[in-house]
């Protein structure tokens, strides 16, 4: 029988390093649910030490998620212990998560320490967590470019101390699979008491290896890893979590393994990561990208038209990708129990108030497109469920443009007491002119740093989907938008990301200072 692989996912916590992305407790609370649906054993929720705001992020999710452990990094230090057992309070199962660089590089230019403190640290305050939380994990970072005899006495030590997972992780995606598998495998004949505890690894993508390098750790004897949703993380990001599952389900023969991950939820858990954090997934992605399974010349057609195995190792359908051209299309004259049996085919649980507005939204589009097929129901329901509280509503957005004119946008806004609020503006071109006016009646500093538009499906009547990134205080804020007419699409995306902004801003003016 296949021996289980448990899959940390840390999709909030690492995924959220990766630059430019920055999650509200509601995103992590909507993701964390969803990698519940997905199977995922562990989710990392978060750093509770670095913000208030993230430490009422990690206790959200603690709150909302039942099932999957519930981790909080912290580094060696007694507040950062603190805050995750502040943050983890109310989960069904907790696990603290203590990690402290271990190579001499660290050491000598970011701690400044000698190896002594540094263990000294490592284990205090591991004996730490373990005071407020069973199921603890150590990980020596760097571990990789360290010496290995240092590596394999802090292990033993953080296991004495009471860490039931160590982590190994190759922080700057140095390694190669060959080497890590070694390296894994003289762990459990170094560390005598290796026997008391998992062994986790924590791949990073540098080389683009992390994949690779993850699946030769659990040769030799690893037996969690830890990824990252669409691969996302610190520079190049971590392992794909993806990619790890579906390498050990497929070839389940060859290695002898099996994860908890139900691949039907792979695809929906993409786009939910990809619409919060802004990071577009790259079109040759495997498993998720929007070129992975498409066929481009014609022998690949030919042998995928006669039998799609020709050509392809797995079902898109099996994944959770919504039909492509020529699956089920809703028009016009499609009613309201038909949309709803469609959005729960696609997995789309909708209560009565967000159905009738995602019905809204789809008869407003059928008026525009002729057909709708599963990849507009994504996005339309993408739209209509950004869960971000709306401070201002876009009722209206006019624009007037073209070579000769000076481009001019009219928005109507519905403020915070109901009232209708409408301004003009003049912009270098409509999208700026939009920005302008709605900001005329904001009144919110920010610059855009992002803008791109991608199209939903093929033809003229497509929709265009539109992401964005805003900028102020020096936090950054995505926003997406999706319409037949892009320029809606932007100010709807405008609009999606200040909402998120003003969310922030007011949580923030309400916070009480931490604890210490
Ligand atoms: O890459 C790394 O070393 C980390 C640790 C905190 C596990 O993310
Ligand atoms: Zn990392």
């Known amino acids: 029988m296949a021996e289980q692989i448990k899959i940390l996912d840390t999709t909030l916590r690492d995924g959220e390093q990766s630059p430019g992305v920055s999650l ?52 060696a230090n007694p507040k950062a212990v603190d805050a995750a057992r502040d943050a983890l309070k109310d989960a069904e199962r907790s696990r603290i998560h203590v990690f402290l660089s271990t190579s001499d590089i660290h050491l000598m230019h970011q701690l400044r320490k000698n190896k002594e403190d540094v263990l000294e640290l490592a284990v205090t305050n591991v ?24 590596v394999y006495a802090m292990l033993q030590e953080c296991i004495d101390a009471g860490a039931t997972t160590v982590n190994i992780p190759d922080t700057v995606g140095y390694t190669v699979p060959e080497e890590f598998e070694e390296f894994i495998r003289s762990i459990f004949e170094n560390v005598s008491n290796i026997d008391k505890a998992t062994v986790s690894v924590h791949c990073h993508n540098d080389l683009g290896l992390a994949v690779a390098n993850s699946l030769a750790a659990i040769r030799a004897g690893a037996r969690t890893i830890e990824v990252c949703v669409n691969g996302i993380g610190e520079r190049a990001g971590n392992a794909s979590l993806e990619e790890v599952a579906m390498a050990i389900r497929m070839r389940s023969d060859l290695l002898g393994f099996e994860t908890n991950i139900v691949p039907s939820e792979i695809y929906r858990t993409s786009r939910l990561v990809s619409n919060l954090t802004g990071m577009s997934v790259q079109p040759n ?50 009613g309201r129990h038909g949309f709803k049996a469609r959005l729960e085919a696609l997995g789309y ?25 599963d990849r507009d129901l994504e996005a339309l329901v993408a739209d209509k469920m950004r869960t971000v509280e709306e401070t201002y509503h876009l009722e209206s957005v006019q624009v007037s443009c073209g070579d000769k004119a000076s481009p001019t946008a009219t928005v109507r806004l519905v403020g915070p007491d109901g009232a209708v609020l409408a301004d003009a503006a003049l912009g270098t071109g409509p999208v700026d002119a939009i920005y302008k006016a709605i900001n005329r009646i904001v009144h919110v500093e920010n610059a855009l740093t992002e803008f791109s538009v991608n199209s939903v499906t093929e033809g003229i009547d497509a929709q265009g989907e539109v992401t964005i990134r805003i900028e102020s205080d020096g936090r950054s804020y995505v926003g997406r938008g999706a319409d037949t007419d892009i320029i809606v699409a932007s100010a709807r995306a405008y609009m999606n990301a200040l909402n998120r902004l003003l969310s922030v801003q007011r949580n923030a003016e309400s916070e009480v200072p931490a604890s210490s």
């Open 24 to 75: 509200t407790a509601q995103d992590k609370v909507d993701i964390a649910k969803q990698l519940e649906r997905l199977g995922v054993d562990i989710i990392e929720a978060g750093f509770p030490l670095t913000s208030q705001g993230d430490l009422e992020a990690v206790a959200a999710v603690a709150r909302a998620v039942r099932g999957p452990v519930i981790a909080a990094l912290a580094h």
């Open 285 to 334: 992605k495997a498993i998720v990208g929007g070129n992975a399974f498409r066929h481009e010349s014609g022998i690949h057609q030919d042998g995928v038209l006669k039998m799609r195995q020709t050509y392809e190792i797995m079902n898109p359908t099996h994944l959770g990708w919504p039909a492509m051209e020529g699956g089920i299309v809703l028009g016009k004259t499609s």
């Open 349 to 373: 649980d909708l209560g009565d108030e967000e159905l009738s507005r995602a019905f809204l939204a789809f008869k407003e589009l059928a008026d525009k497109k002729q057909v709708i097929d």
């Open 127 to 150: 004996a730490r967590a373990k005071q407020y939380c069973e199921d603890v994990e150590f990980s020596p970072m760097d571990a990789t470019r360290s010496d290995r005899e240092y």
